[in-house]
Nanobody
Framework: QVQLVESGGGLVQPGGSLRLSCAASGSIFSSYIMGWYRQAPGKQRELVAAVTSGGSTNYANSVKGRFTISRDNAKNTVYLQMNSLKPEDTAVYYC????????????WGQGTQVTVSS
């Protein structure tokens, strides 16, 4: 069982930056793929970025070049650095932990609101 706690969301103007954090219980980063998803009103949840235990990353085309996902295994924490934010980035952002050993096992954070507006 894994518990994920997210923080760092808030209101920011277009062009601004935010850093989201997701702290996980236990030492899961050695065996879990960590990801950030987002869900805007009226839309389905979509993958924003993911990072494997080995450090490989993957990004949605809409955020590539603007967002950076990283992980600190010693702190059991994954981050999402968001730069050059756009109003289209407004959504609830969710942290996800996906077992690399048991592919059907995954956990979700509670979500944190990111609002990009003037």
């Amino acid at each position: 069982q894994v518990q994920l706690v997210e923080s760092g969301g808030g209101l920011v103007q277009p062009g601004g930056s935010l850093r989201l954090s997701c702290a996980a219980s236990g030492s899961i980063f050695s065996s879990y793929i960590m990801g950030w998803y987002r869900q805007a009103p009226g839309k389905q949840r979509e993958l924003v970025a993911a990072v494997t235990s080995g450090g490989s990353t993957n990004y949605a085309n809409s955020v590539k070049g603007r967002f950076t996902i990283s992980r600190d295994n010693a702190k059991n924490t994954v981050y999402l650095q968001m730069n050059s934010l756009k109003p289209e980035d407004t959504a609830v952002y969710y942290c996800n932990a996906h077992s690399a050993v048991i592919s059907t096992r995954h956990y979700w954070g509670q979500g944190t609101q990111v609002t990009v507006s003037s």
